[in-house]
């Protein structure tokens, strides 16, 4: 287990072990945060535990090119089914992400902590946030990292509290996104939300050389 001090800097993520753990300890400053998203490493923990730094193997990444709509999405974007905006309420994005009940999730690791520090990503330009609109409520939303030099957007946290709320901002945002020639969306982990929507896994070494 590789502990981090007070200077900025991190191990080689190789060093990660099976679970993608790298590194434990730092702080959740700016310029941390952002050396650690460039170098393929983001926080993950608990409430209750010190912070921890991970880097796994394989990593969930989307293709912009490999985006995949289904019938029922393509359907719903022909009727405007929702509102989708940028950067307009980030905020509520990020408290909602936190608090919204997820099945098999035991609260959250988007602390107090952590979301002071993504707000402060945010004022600087870093974060994109995507809000999901059904009138005048806001019922889904995303937000992430968004690496332009390297023309890479690292997927943070989504929420959704309406049926397919979530994937209709992901796939706007997608869309965006390919329009800025961004090579690829990092979704960190694997999950069949995100496998539905075209994701895949590829190796981290792979991962890292779009960050070079």
Same mark, same amino acid.
């Given at each position: 287990?590789?502990?981090?001090?007070?200077?900025?800097?991190?191990?080689?993520?190789?060093?990660?072990?099976?679970?993608?753990?790298?590194?434990?300890?730092?702080?959740?400053?700016? #310029?941390?945060?952002?050396?650690?998203?460039?170098?393929?490493?983001?926080?993950?923990?608990?409430?209750?535990?010190?912070?921890?730094?991970?880097?796994?193997?394989?990593?969930?990444?989307?293709?912009?090119?490999?985006?995949?709509?289904?019938?029922?999405?393509?359907?719903?974007?022909?009727?405007?089914?929702?509102?989708?905006?940028?950067?307009? #309420?980030?905020?509520?994005?990020?408290?909602?992400?936190?608090?919204?009940?997820?099945?098999?999730? #035991?609260?959250?690791?988007?602390?107090?902590?952590?979301?002071?520090?993504?707000?402060?990503?945010?004022?600087?330009?870093?974060?994109?946030?995507?809000?999901?609109?059904?009138?005048?409520?806001?019922?889904?939303?995303?937000?992430?990292?968004?690496?332009?030099?390297?023309?890479?957007?690292?997927?943070?946290?989504?929420?959704?509290?309406?049926?397919?709320?979530?994937?209709?901002?992901?796939?706007?945002?997608?869309?965006?996104?390919?329009?800025?020639?961004?090579?690829?969306? #990092?979704?960190?982990?694997?999950?069949?939300?995100?496998?539905?929507?075209?994701?895949?896994?590829?190796?981290?070494?792979?991962?890292?050389?779009?960050?070079?």
């Amino acid at each position: 287990m590789y502990i981090l001090t007070d200077i900025i800097r991190f191990p080689p993520v190789t060093y990660a072990d099976s679970d993608g753990l790298l590194a434990i300890g730092g702080d959740l400053s700016v #310029d941390r945060l952002l050396k650690a998203y460039n170098s393929g490493i983001f926080p993950w923990y608990s409430e209750q535990q010190p912070i921890l730094w991970f880097s796994p193997d394989p990593r969930m990444v989307l293709f912009p090119s490999e985006l995949k709509v289904s019938k029922t999405m393509r359907q719903l974007i022909r009727k405007n089914q929702f509102k989708v905006t940028f950067n307009e #309420d980030f905020e509520r994005v990020i408290n909602n992400c936190a608090t919204i009940n997820r099945t098999g999730q #035991d609260g959250t690791w988007i602390t107090a902590d952590m979301q002071n520090a993504y707000k402060k990503l945010y004022k600087m330009g870093y974060i994109v946030s995507v809000e999901v609109w059904q009138g005048k409520e806001l019922v889904g939303g995303l937000y992430g990292i968004w690496l332009k030099e390297k023309g890479v957007f690292c997927g943070e946290s989504m929420f959704s509290k309406v049926s397919n709320a979530s994937k209709y901002g992901f796939i706007t945002l997608v869309q965006w996104l390919e329009g800025k020639k961004i090579k690829l969306i #990092d979704c960190q982990v694997y999950t069949s939300h995100l496998a539905s929507l075209g994701a895949r896994e590829i190796t981290r070494a792979a991962f890292v050389k779009y960050l070079e």
